[in-house]
Nanobody, 114 residues
C-alpha cells in the first residue's frame, strides 16, 4: 500500500489550501483514512478522519474550517482547508487503516505566513 500526499504550500493567514492523498495497492474496502499534522517540536496530532462509509471526525481546532472528503472509486482523500491560521502550519500526513494495519504517506508541508 502506498499513499501520496500533495497540495501543500505557502498561504497567507485566512487563505485556503486543498490537500490530496492518493492511495494505491491492495486496500480493503472497509477502511478509515485520515489526516494528521506535525509542527516543529510538537507531537503528531489528528486533524480529521473519514471512513469508507463517509463518517467524519475532526479535531476541535479545525472544526468549521476544514472539510475532509474522499472518492472511493479513486482511492483518494482530500482536505479542504479554509481560514488558515499560523498555528495550522505543519507537515500534513495522510494514512489509511484497515485490518489492524496502518499505512502512512509522506508529508506535505503547509506554511501559513504573511
Amino acid at each position: 500500500v502506498q499513499l501520496q500526499a500533495s497540495g501543500g504550500g505557502l498561504v497567507q493567514p485566512g487563505g485556503s489550501l486543498r490537500l490530496s492523498c492518493a492511495a494505491s495497492g491492495r486496500i480493503f474496502r472497509i477502511n478509515v483514512m485520515g489526516w494528521y499534522r506535525q509542527a516543529p517540536g510538537k507531537q503528531r496530532e489528528l486533524v480529521a478522519t473519514i471512513t469508507s462509509g463517509g463518517s467524519t471526525n475532526y479535531a476541535d481546532s479545525v472544526k468549521g474550517r476544514f472539510t475532509i472528503s474522499r472518492d472511493n472509486a479513486k482511492n483518494t482523500m482530500y482536505l479542504q482547508m479554509n481560514s488558515l491560521k499560523p498555528e495550522d502550519a505543519a507537515v500534513y500526513y495522510c494514512n489509511v487503516r484497515f485490518l489492524r494495519e496502518t499505512y502512512w504517506g509522506q508529508g506535505t508541508q503547509v506554511t501559513v505566513s504573511s
